[in-house]
């Protein structure tokens, strides 16, 4: 990548909690496409294997333009431009934590780690002797002045390993991720870090300081309409009433009138026999 105007200072965030054993901090940076610098979360991340060490990428200003060195995993952690990530990447080297035989152990003075959770941990004092102005780049007008140190060239004749595949999901990911370019947020990203890889929404999204809060909910659109003839939030039609059953048919000439239906509750009492008329009376 490269770009001819300086990336955003790093933005403020806090660290999201480990979400689980192993799991190693990579920290965000600016990233460059056609739409301008965008926003990369700093995420927790399953290092490739046993032993690694994540070395950030970093923008440096060279031949009039700002180029990105991109990160990778190795025994040692190199040159990152002296650029102070934070939560353990100070500008030089990594105190976020180390490796105790085949496990990683983390550093809680910068790490943001359940101890009920992770069990392997230890607490030491950083001490940073790098002055934290936020600037993201090395070199150039307002840059980082610093120069690898005998170390750090070294680590970077090692072999490295590139990122991994959700680490590269997650930068594409950001890539398309509107929200995230410096043009939308004005260098405060709502997204600016997260507890897994790609995972954007939901519980472990950090925002970043003097971030907007993220939009509300779209409102429900009254015009649209369910396929039961509904609309969404609308309350309920009442049922249409039954139609009331029709009269008793009257009683024909001779016959005795129908009884009518009792009601349920209580039944009605039983109704007098008529009396017998003239034309009824047996004949002497």
């Known amino acids: 990548m490269q770009a001819t105007e300086a990336p955003p200072p790093l ?10 054993p192993g799991y190693m901090w990579t920290p965000g940076y600016w990233g460059y496409s056609s739409g301008g610098y965008y926003w990369i979360p700093g995420t927790w991340v399953s290092p490739p294997q046993v ?32 650029v102070n990530y934070g939560f353990g990447y100070v500008g030089v080297g990594y105190a976020g934590g180390r490796w105790n035989g085949g496990a990683f152990a983390y550093n809680t003075a910068v790490n943001n780690v359940n101890v009920t959770v992770v069990h392997n941990t230890y ?23 610093a120069a690898p140190t005998a170390q750090e060239r070294a680590a970077a004749q090692e072999r490295h390993v590139p990122p991994t ?61 369910h396929a039961n003839g509904q609309r969404p939030g609308a ?8 139609p009331a059953s029709p009269p008793p048919a009257a009683a024909k000439p001779g016959q005795p009138a129908a009884k009518a239906a009792p009601p349920r509750s209580k039944p009605a009492p039983p109704k007098p026999k008529p009396a017998p008329t003239k034309e009824d009376k047996p004949q002497r």
């Open 11 to 20: 933005p403020e965030y806090e660290q999201p909690q480990c979400p689980e």
């Open 51 to 82: 032993g690694v060490l994540w070395t950030p990428g970093y923008w440096g200003f060279v031949g009039g333009v700002f180029a990105f060195n991109a990160g990778y995993w190795g025994p040692h952690v190199g040159f990152y431009g002296g």
């Open 123 to 145: 607490h030491e004092t950083v001490v940073n002797n790098v002055t934290v102005n936020h600037v993201s780049y090395n070199g150039g007008s307002g840059g980082i002045a």
């Open 165 to 225: 595949p959700a680490q590269q999901q997650h930068v594409q990911a950001a890539a398309k991720n509107p929200a995230l370019f410096a043009k939308a947020n004005g260098g405060h990203p709502a997204i600016a870090a997260t507890a897994r890889p790609g995972a954007f929404t939901g519980p472990g999204v950090v925002g970043a300081r003097g971030a907007a809060p993220a939009p509300a909910k779209p409102a429900v659109n009254n015009d649209a309409m």
């Open 235 to 242: 309350p309920r039609a009442a049922p249409a009433a039954k």
